[in-house]
């Protein structure tokens, strides 16, 4: 390593673990580090080429000065704190970050949160209620179909879109519309018995 | 209080998780977060000459750079990845200028933002001087273990074998696999009320802290693990990460909270997978099928400092009654990273290798493959000859020959045919998996509000403990489910054993159980009569009391007030399957039919029928989905996983999902589970065996089985995929 800072830095654990008589500098470290992140800022400052987004977020209007480079899936997670959309890949092939711009389906984590200037994003936080759960919920609780639970915001924003479509009507159909959401732990049974319950009550409403 | 059969109720933390409430280790909310991304090493074994920062440096919101250089004091440890507590094993990358596996980390990026960690990571520029290697166990610079790992026997098999009638010698070949769990591997480290806290998806909270000190130097009580909830852990969650200790270093170094979300791409190299095996079986059965011999030798591919044992040889001589038996398990060491435990790690791929043999000798014989197997039942273990805790492997094979139809099987094969010409195949195969518990440290408050609060030893992985530990209080007080807080996978709460090999189940329901009895004891002594069937906060409420409190520790059968000393310092004590008097199993069977298209030679597997004997049940609901998931991962075993090593480079050249392929919804038709649900008082007072494993033990075999019923043909690796059919 040859960045001065660093020497420095590692200089000055040094100092402190002779000080505190500790062996080892991390024990002796601790209650100065607890107080460093208490006063830390909530929100680290956006260090890229940064944009300007407007967009309804769960029905909120939000105005948002982002990095270019973030994707939408980042910026919920690490900006606005709705952690309910997970990452599984980074790369489009699990559907964990699935959530919805303008009521279709996307992959949040291929989506670049530029993108979204203008648009209406509806994420798992904007969907049903402590009270009224949406039939969707429902559905996945009485036929059991989760069991870490990762996969499952992204697997019900996919089965809400994919009755939506239209492409909800055989089992068949909604094993192959369902096949972007992976489950590993394999709740697969369940995911499609909870869409056909949940279908027509969905179509009704 | 008597101990209600297959109870159906929802998960009790389902509705947090439709609702994308719970929060797992990644989501946890922290001011001054920190954002770390590592480098990758390119190269598969070798020195690292150089690291040049000087572009990483630059990039705008760049906090700090870590190489091996700041890492140098941290210790490699028994508790070290890939070490299995063994001393001088195991290996702690980015310690020394050295690189022992093409992936692991050489550099750690701190950024204020995730964008600038990403973008540092990758202008880090490394150089280094590459040695030679292997990366396959047939390469000629593998190499193989003197001694074999371990060897059962009994009886003189060799001549049985060369004696019998009926005799099969084959060989099968398992690939290398890896976990997958969708949940990405993530470590935040973060101080709250003056101690580290560090946050990760583990299976072993207690291990994982302490083990994490011990490398660190540090004291051990400052350390606290928390694994909140796990997205998946299946043996890839059950130890310490190549990365875990880097981010907690960097933490405290920088005096700020850090978070690492290790990528996909990276975890093929940095977890552990399952390693790639052959196994040689050989059968010899007489005119009756009766087996007269086994015989069965396994090699095993290793890392060249790990030391997860070779251990195939475990659960195969259990399964029937073998006349005599012998069996060796070898390692054969390579250059690539450390392999471990995956879902039922050695009796999945030996369930497929000597299930599939199985199948080979009911065709030599002339038999029934069901018929051969309830034929050579067992109700000894043939090695030690004690008498097992419970079997039902028998009524699990009637009950779900007939759930499946199994009559309508041909032993000709391709006989049977679709409307649509597609041919259909039927397969059976069986499974078991070892009883076993752990001890824990339980605590149990009843509220008079009616509030009931439980802190014990557990993990919840999506397997459903939290719903196990709450049919129990359910059970002996009554408690409201929606006013259980259950308190697990956090040492600030109690002591935690790592939740794995089956003994999840079998471990907190005995420790919830016993801690509600107890305080039902403790109740009644202070009514001075005995409980009513009235609420039970509301007899407590007419004590005065406003909350009742009671702490036991639960010690498993045949071991000593020891294990809760271990358990306090994170080392694990298991027990099973061998007892002071018996020898406990959980057992299952598996159905398969398969579909396979003649002109593509594409496999579909239509419907599978499984019956476990598992103990008691303790929730139908979470059990069946909990069978579904090992079948799942049966299918995917046998059509579509496979962990692809590059012999040139030492690398996992299909390290992400739309290469590694896992089933799918498509994949997946009908899946029906069935229980014998007997409970098994001799292991535990709740009656549980376990459930999690033995769900995948044997699926693979009736995939395979099954391919061979439609299309006469024996393929003997897998996965099975359209080439071998064509
Ligand atoms: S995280 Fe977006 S598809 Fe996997
Ligand atoms: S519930 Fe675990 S991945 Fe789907």
Redesign the pocket.
Known sequence: MSDPHDRQFLEITRRQVLEAGTIVAVSGMLPVAAQAQASSSQLAPENGVTVQVRFQINGQPSVLEIDARASL?DMLRERLGLVGAK???????????TVHIDGRRV????TLAAKIDGRDVTTIEGVGSADTLHPMQQAFIDHDALQCGYCTPGQIMAAIACVKEGHASTPEEIREYMSGNICRCGAYVGIVAAIEQAAPQIERG | MTQEQTADRPRVDAYEKVLGRALYAADQPIAGLLHGMTVPATIAKGRIEAIDLTAATNVRGVVRIFTHDDFSQIKTTPAARGAYGRPSKGYQPMTGPIVRHRGEPVALVVAETLEAAIEGAEAVKVRYAEEAFSAAMEDDRASREPEPESQLSSGDAETAFATASHRIDVEYLHPQQHHNPIELISTTAAFEDGELRIYEGTQAASAFAGGLAGMMGMDPTRLRGVSPYTGGGFGQKNGIQEQSVLVASAAILLRRPVKLVMPRGQLFHTASYRPRSRHRVRLGADEQGRLLAGLYETVQQNSRYDGFGCEHGANPPRMYGYGAWLGSDRIVRVDTQTPGHQRAPHEHPSSYATECAMDELAEAVGMDPVELRIANDAQRDPITGKPFSSRHLADCLRRGAELFDWNRRSREPGALVAENGDLIGLGVACGSYKGSMTPAVTTLRLFASGRCEIATSGHEMGQGIRSVIAAELIDVLGVDPEKLDIRIGDTGHAPQHVTAGSWGTGSAAPAARSAAVKLREELNLLTGSALSEEPIHLQLARTRRPVLEVTVNTIPLGKDAQVIEQLRRGIPSTTGPEYPEFMAFSWIAHFAEVHLEASTGRVRVKRVVSVADCGRVMNRRTAESQVRGGVIWGIGAALREVGETDPRFGGVLNNDLAEYVVPVNADIGAIDVDFIDQPDFKLNPSGVKGLGEVAMVGATAAVVNAVYNATGRRIRHLPIRIEDLL
């Open positions: 899936l990452k599984g890949c980074d790369h489009g092939q699990c559907g964990a970050c992959a949040s984590c291929l």
